[in-house]
């Protein structure tokens, strides 16, 4: 599907690149932020190169890449914080660094990769500080550190947190002033099991209050039941782009039958199966792992059936959001 040329960077087939062409076009209805043709160079180096992408109003959208993909660069663009080299980043209808971003600017959220604290002052004077620089009213300072589960270190100094709680620090001040839409770069970083599911709690009550939420992570199982759509990046540009599900198919990645059968009988599944087109199949502790492609797998449900009550447990294991990105990347 995907070959790698001599410069290491990644192509898709023509079919592929169709079958993504066709997702990439498909914008949003809302659309809230969109690039067009967004490009950002250091000299040699292409950053970002050309990316086409729309987010819709109230969508939670993940950014993936390996390291240096330009995910970073191009959320300092989506900010106003880095120019663009060619191309066009409008968010909520303003153009990024034009005259009417300012008013924009005011309701976005932004928590960088490494956020910068002051190890001098406490978590609260911390968020004071923060509301200050962005105007917004101070009050809901103490609410927010309740949010994300800091109350108790409110009065310590930034200084004595540990890596997660300054990650979780970075996030309230994300959250100062309601913004509408949030960019949130590795936001998990640091952040023990539970943390990780309070964040995603967090974000999952943002979104139902219309919040468009953009987050870059390099733990895709993490991510991949918790974002509407993403995009995968490599080498600055966009490779893939849609819901977890439309990557899967558009990869045509295959998915595998894990059925437990009376008596262990392996036979009997292989005999069911007959001639149908299996890629793979595999005796598993006490279970056969069978491996199909996505178009017969209906038809393997049905000859599954024929074997009635031997069947004593069957799963389907889709092809995580892993395998996609690996997918894409060989
Ligand atoms: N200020 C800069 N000057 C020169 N090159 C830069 C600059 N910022 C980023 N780059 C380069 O641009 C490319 C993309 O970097 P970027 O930080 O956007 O990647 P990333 O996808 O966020 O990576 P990571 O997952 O490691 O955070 C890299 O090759 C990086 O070295």
């Given at each position: ?10 192509s898709t ?7 993504l ?7 949003p ?8 043709g ?5 000299g ?5 190169d050309g990316?086409d ?12 890449g390996?390291?240096?993909?330009g ?10 914080l ?6 066009e980043?409008?968010i ?13 600017r ?6 960088p990769e490494?956020v ?11 968020l004071?500080?923060?509301?200050r ?6 009050a809901?300072?103490?609410a ?8 108790h ?7 004595e947190?540990?890596?997660?709680m300054?990650q ?7 959250l100062?002033?309601?913004?509408q839409?949030l ?9 023990d ?9 967090i974000?999952?009550?943002?979104r ?10 390099h ?5 991949q039941e ?27 990645l ?8 009376a008596?262990?009988d392996?036979?009997?599944v ?17 279970h ?10 209906m ?10 009550d031997?069947v ?8 995580s959001l892993e ?8």
């Amino acid at each position: 599907m995907t070959t790698t040329g001599e410069t290491g960077v990644e192509s898709t087939t023509p079919a592929a690149a169709e079958a993504l062409g066709q997702a990439a076009a498909r914008p949003p209805r809302d659309a809230v932020i969109e690039a067009r043709g967004a490009a950002r160079h250091y000299g040699a180096v292409r950053a970002v190169d050309g990316v086409d992408l729309a987010v819709a109003r109230g969508e939670v959208f993940g950014l993936i890449g390996h390291n240096g993909a330009g995910k970073s660069t191009l959320f300092r663009m989506m900010l106003g914080l880095v120019p663009p080299s060619a191309g066009e980043i409008r968010i909520a209808g303003a153009a990024v660094g034009g005259r009417d971003f300012r008013a924009v600017r005011r309701r976005i959220g932004y928590l960088p990769e490494n956020v910068v604290l002051y190890d001098n002052l406490t978590g609260l004077e911390t968020l004071h500080f923060f509301a200050r620089l962005k105007g917004v009213p101070a009050a809901g300072c103490g609410a927010l550190l309740d949010r994300v589960g800091l109350t108790h270190a409110a009065a310590r100094r930034v200084r004595e947190y540990s890596k997660g709680m300054r990650q979780r620090l970075g996030f309230a001040q994300a959250l100062l002033g309601r913004p509408q839409i949030l960019f949130l770069d590795e936001p998990t970083t640091g952040l023990d099991p539970e943390a990780i599911r309070e964040f995603y709690l967090i974000l999952r009550g943002l979104r139902a209050e219309g919040v468009t939420v953009v987050i870059t992570s390099h733990i895709l199982a993490e991510i991949q039941e918790r974002v509407d759509r993403l995009a995968i990046m490599a080498a600055g540009r966009v490779q893939a782009l849609g819901t977890v599900q439309e990557l899967r198919e558009q990869m045509d990645l295959p998915l595998w039958f894990e059925v437990r059968v009376a008596d262990a009988d392996f036979a009997a599944v292989r005999d069911a199966l007959g001639s149908l087109p299996v890629a793979a199949i595999e005796a598993r502790d006490g279970h056969v792992a069978v491996q199909v492609r996505r178009e017969a797998k209906m038809a393997v449900f049905a000859a599954l059936a024929t074997l009635g009550d031997r069947v004593l447990d069957l799963s389907v294991r889709e092809p995580s959001l892993e395998d996609v990105f690996f997918g894409f990347s060989d």
